[in-house]
């Protein structure tokens, strides 16, 4: 059995551990919090934004837009991954990996079928390691980014579909559905089929279907319009994943927390019976000594 | 005096939301006051500053890019960044606009950055303005 002292500094240690898991899972909380909270003032953008494309789609007879076409042949794919920056969040990052990696391996046999677009460390790292064709990172990400910050990627993304880079473009997140559970989600991001079809649906039904004017015209609004909408697409997703990564570091950090309490207990009470057995022994000794004199 | 729905959202929350007599913004193609009874419309909008009259007061919003729909007294106003007089920051636009200026003279052979940092200077100068009103 492991020495008294011994015993002391490791119970020692873990209550230091549990000190920092115990404060970063309340940090985490906070976070998620606020996540959560701008999840949620986004909405009434892509809602809106998404009730305009689709009245116009509605509105207009011939909608033809490169964008709301699905290409005939699939020379590329793009995969936008959204990671983390730091681990300590349990199965967040390598779930999510392990999907990617997996559905990347089924569906391309070779390098010039796929591209990825990746934010964050973690999932930099991992396809860097692999030596996968990695086009686009960013790294570094605030955790409550603004529109502004992912901007650029996004944009060149779309961009990229523009100029058939890609011929396709997929998100991979983690969907966020309550504080201890996400989702590793897959979404078509582009070209936009799920619009037109949504139209039509909208177009089935007796609502009133609205006439627009158009200034200057749909052409030059669906141009300007779509990318922007995929773009947004991308952002929403970010704000999602957040919400799922602080969710998840909570969870990992309460656990971690609650090993600890586990662990000390089971630390104190070994240290009792250490120091009980030595007490006794030690009285043991004294009595066999007495004996032993008389 | 009839009046109509108006939201100014932008992909970090709306802006703006309550009735108002009357919406004036900038389109590409020029300015475009909006009254209630306004037919359908779409257009999509420069860089700006768009003008909500609410009763007697007068709200002024800087806006860049984005996009305007009118339906049925509702004008629904969506935005890359909208800011409110009072949310901008002075300093940091003048910064803007001065790297801006140097970046255009620096970059007169480069059209690519050219045109973005004409971009970032008419940002820079329409949130001053408003600022200044």
């Known amino acids: ?294 | 005096m009839k009046t109509m729905q108006t939201y100014v959202v932008t992909p970090d929350g709306t802006v703006f939301e309550g009735q108002s007599h009357m919406v004036s913004v900038k389109t590409i193609s020029g300015e475009l006051g909006i009254l209630p009874g306004h037919l359908p419309l779409v257009a999509p909008l420069a860089i700006g500053a768009i003008r909500i009259k609410q009763e007697d007061q007068l709200h002024l919003i800087a806006l860049s890019g984005g996009f305007m729909e009118v339906r049925q007294n509702e004008v629904n106003i969506l935005a890359e960044s909208a800011e409110l007089p009072s949310d901008i920051d002075i300093t940091r636009a003048r910064a803007a606009k001065e790297r801006a200026e140097r970046r255009l003279e620096q970059a007169k052979q480069e059209n690519i950055d050219f045109h973005r940092a004409e971009l970032a200077l008419k940002r820079a100068v329409n949130r001053l303005e408003v600022a200044q009103q």
């Open chain 1, 1 to 294: 059995m492991a020495s008294l002292k011994e015993i002391k500094t490791r119970i020692g240690s873990t209550k230091k551990t549990k000190q920092i898991t115990k404060a970063m899972e309340m940090v985490s909380a906070a976070k998620l919090n606020r996540a959560q909270g701008r999840a949620e003032a986004f909405q009434p953008y892509t809602q809106k934004i998404r009730e305009v494309v689709t009245s116009i789609a509605q509105g207009t007879e011939d909608v033809s837009h490169p964008m709301l076409q699905e290409r005939e042949e699939i020379k590329r794919t793009g995969y936008i991954v959204i990671t983390s920056d730091r681990g300590l969040c349990g199965a967040y990052n390598s779930g999510l990996l392990r999907e990617t990696h997996r559905l990347i391996q089924e569906r391309h046999n070779s390098e010039d079928e796929y591209g990825i677009v990746v934010l964050g460390k973690v999932g930099r790292d991992f396809f860097k390691k692999r030596g996968m064709p990695v086009m686009q990172e960013i790294v570094g990400l605030n955790d409550h980014p603004e529109y502004s910050d992912i901007k650029n990627i996004a944009e060149t993304t779309v961009q990229m579909f523009a100029d058939e880079v890609f011929d396709e473009v997929y998100l991979h997140y983690n969907h966020f559905i309550s504080a201890i559970s996400q989702q590793v989600t897959e979404a078509k991001i582009l070209p936009l089929t799920g619009l037109a079809e949504e139209a039509k649906e909208a177009d089935q039904k007796t609502e009133g279907r609205l006439d627009y004017l158009y200034e200057p015209d749909p052409a030059t609004i669906l141009e300007q319009l779509l990318p922007h909408y995929a773009e947004t697409l991308i952002y929403g997703s970010l704000l999602d994943a957040k919400a799922s990564e602080f969710g998840a570091r909570m969870s990992a950090m309460r656990s971690a927390t609650d090993n600890a309490d586990n662990r000390i207990e089971e630390l104190t009470l070994s240290y009792n019976r250490a120091r009980q057995a030595a007490i006794t022994q030690e009285i043991n000794e004294i009595v066999g000594g007495a004996a032993a004199q008389s």
